[in-house]
């Protein structure tokens, strides 16, 4: 797990990166939001600890650019324990808010604590390129609106989903499918879906990136996050 660590005060941030890394934690120090803000667009962190008054700026900026490039967790620290600055902070996507001064080891806590919320959600969410499957409300969405898709188009798109990198023959997947609703699903029937899905989920159905077509052999959809 890489966590970025933005802290000013020298004396906190030394003994926490030693706390964290002691735990297995690969922690990534800076002292500045300009410094945050660059790692940010050169690196993919698990978890985001942010200290909200600094030097040239404030931890919400960083979380602010931080939720707008990845879905990643954040914690917040500071001084100011004020009802303004909570609200604030959880308003811009905060995950927490620890003031100071803190036990470590409480630290530790309510760092695997959002850690393990969010793998929990990671298993429900499937990324595509621009697409979120959210498996658990059998939703769809294409940048970031939702698709509908009939049962059987849903069917058809788990399959594809449960075996993503790996190519399907067309027998494959018609296995996955035919009995829903009790009807049975014919091969030409097949390509009428993945012609639906396509045009439903792709940029350009005609030339599909998501579900591809491999020649000879059946279809692969591309691997996800």
Request: with cysteine; proline share 2%; net charge negative.
């Given at each position: 797990m890489k966590i970025l660590f933005?802290?000013?005060?020298?004396?906190?941030?030394l003994g926490l990166v030693y706390s964290l890394e002691k735990e297995g934690y690969e922690v990534i120090h800076c002292v500045s939001q300009k410094a945050a803000l660059g790692l940010l667009e050169a690196q993919v962190f698990d978890l985001l600890l942010l200290d909200v008054s600094l030097p040239d700026g404030d931890g919400?900026?960083?979380?602010?650019?931080?939720?707008?490039?990845h879905d990643v967790p954040v914690i917040f620290l500071t001084a100011l324990d004020d009802e303004v600055n909570v609200v604030m902070g959880l308003d811009l996507g905060g995950d927490d808010y620890v003031t100071k001064p803190f036990r470590i080891k409480e630290l530790l806590s309510r760092i695997k604590s959002v850690l393990r919320r969010y793998q929990k959600d990671a298993l429900d969410i499937v990324q595509i390129q621009h697409l979120e499957i959210h498996i658990r409300e059998g939703k769809v969405y294409?940048?970031?609106s939702e698709v509908f898709l009939t049962a059987l188009e849903y069917r058809l798109l788990m399959v594809f989903v449960n075996h993503q990198g790996q190519v399907l023959s067309r027998s494959?997947?018609?296995?996955g499918i035919w009995d829903v609703a009790g009807d049975f699903v014919n091969d030409n029937t097949l390509s009428v879906y993945?012609?639906?899905?396509?045009?439903k989920l792709e940029k350009d159905a005609a030339e599909p990136e998501i579900i591809k077509t491999i020649r000879g052999r059946g279809y692969r959809m591309e691997k996800g996050s």
């Amino acid at each position: 797990m890489k966590i970025l660590f933005v802290e000013d005060d020298q004396a906190i941030a030394l003994g926490l990166v030693y706390s964290l890394e002691k735990e297995g934690y690969e922690v990534i120090h800076c002292v500045s939001q300009k410094a945050a803000l660059g790692l940010l667009e050169a690196q993919v962190f698990d978890l985001l600890l942010l200290d909200v008054s600094l030097p040239d700026g404030d931890g919400y900026t960083i979380c602010k650019q931080a939720k707008h490039l990845h879905d990643v967790p954040v914690i917040f620290l500071t001084a100011l324990d004020d009802e303004v600055n909570v609200v604030m902070g959880l308003d811009l996507g905060g995950d927490d808010y620890v003031t100071k001064p803190f036990r470590i080891k409480e630290l530790l806590s309510r760092i695997k604590s959002v850690l393990r919320r969010y793998q929990k959600d990671a298993l429900d969410i499937v990324q595509i390129q621009h697409l979120e499957i959210h498996i658990r409300e059998g939703k769809v969405y294409r940048k970031g609106s939702e698709v509908f898709l009939t049962a059987l188009e849903y069917r058809l798109l788990m399959v594809f989903v449960n075996h993503q990198g790996q190519v399907l023959s067309r027998s494959q997947l018609l296995e996955g499918i035919w009995d829903v609703a009790g009807d049975f699903v014919n091969d030409n029937t097949l390509s009428v879906y993945i012609k639906r899905l396509r045009e439903k989920l792709e940029k350009d159905a005609a030339e599909p990136e998501i579900i591809k077509t491999i020649r000879g052999r059946g279809y692969r959809m591309e691997k996800g996050s």
